[in-house]
């Protein structure tokens, strides 16, 4: 039943290691104990749990390198102690990961070690009840007004100045998903994953499923429609050719849009808007939060449109909003 399980740390050259590499990598080759029991692990968060493979790819790469560890030191991964885990996540610590690195090990190995528990595998959890270094909050990051509008004018119909411009195929396409990424909140995993069955135009809704398969239904505005169905009408049987598939968006070639195709398209969108280079797909979803509540939304309503299992979650959203904040504060200070 063991299978290699392949990670980003297998393709890396071993003549000079580079110190954030010397915990993940090594030079020992084969399977490492527990090869099997992680196999399986991955297949029940793609079969039961509905994990998407940028989810499963990410704990192979953390749990793969746990077990190589282990493989390094003679530690046995059925039989590992609370202590031997710390010393882990020490050495981890030494070689200068990020703290937000270690900390993403240390939820794959609570992840692996509650599945392990479950199933029988081993008889008490050592990861459970392990801490990880302590990390600041840090707020998502926004576009403003004007780096939205820069944005979506990279492939739309027409410039900032308000010029008309001739859209190719794959610029209405592109533009259908950067504008339904702004209206929906979705995450760029869910936009890959959507279906034409998922998309009424005639109520102005759309089906998403996220984390875990869960569905839920989102609202689009009128611009968001307009763009979706030109792109739906005009551009999609051209990029679609003799092809079939019932995904909504389609590559150049007429497959399925992968999210990292979208991704990599997001990135070319916003060196040529002349934006920050840093900027991902996942901040369009922040910034759809946050203008919600600019235009005073109800935190339970974004919840929901996000997806969110925590109100909690939700509330960060709250602290990047200063009209909001200062409306709390001019009708709740005595003073004010």
Request: aromatic share 6%; proline share 4%.
């Amino acid at each position: 039943m063991a299978r290699q399980v392949k990670t980003r740390a297998s393709k890396r050259a071993t003549t000079q290691a580079k110190p954030e590499q010397s915990i993940a990598d090594g030079a020992l080759g084969g399977a490492p104990d527990g090869s099997d029991l992680l196999a399986a692990f991955l297949d029940q968060m793609r079969i039961e749990r509905g994990a998407s493979e940028h989810t499963v790819r990410s704990y192979a790469t953390d749990l793969e390198a746990y077990l190589r560890w282990c493989m390094r030191k003679g530690v046995d991964p059925r039989a590992v102690t609370h202590r031997q885990l710390r010393a882990y996540l020490g050495d981890m610590d030494a070689a200068r990961y990020a703290r937000t690195t270690i900390n993403r090990h240390l939820s794959s190995l609570r992840g692996f070690y509650g599945w392990m528990k479950l199933v029988g595998a081993i008889d008490a959890d050592p990861a459970g009840a392990l801490l990880g270094p302590k990390q600041g909050r840090h707020l998502p990051h926004v576009l403003q007004g004007q780096q939205m509008e820069s944005l979506l004018c990279v492939h739309g119909p027409t410039d900032l100045q308000g010029r008309k411009r001739e859209q190719t195929p794959a610029d209405m396409r592109d533009q259908a998903i950067l504008e339904f990424l702004y209206a929906s909140g979705a995450r760029i995993s869910e936009a890959s994953g959507l279906k034409m069955s998922d998309v009424d135009f005639a109520s102005h809704l759309v089906r998403v499923f996220g984390k875990g398969r869960k569905e839920r239904i989102i609202p689009l505005h009128d611009l968001c429609v307009r763009t979706m169905r030109a792109y739906l009408e005009h551009a999609r049987p051209q990029l679609l050719g003799q092809k079939a598939t019932d995904r909504f968006f389609v590559s150049n070639r007429g497959n399925p849009m992968s999210p990292d195709a979208m991704r990599k398209m997001f990135k070319k969108t916003v060196r040529a808007a002349g934006l920050d280079d840093r900027l991902s797909p996942h901040d369009m979803r922040h910034t759809f939060a946050t203008d919600l509540l600019d235009g005073e939304a109800d935190l339970r309503s974004v919840q929901e449109m996000l997806g969110h299992s925590s109100l909690s979650t939700t509330q960060i959203y709250t602290h990047l909003s200063p009209a909001r904040l200062k409306d709390a504060h001019s009708q709740a200070h005595p003073r004010a």
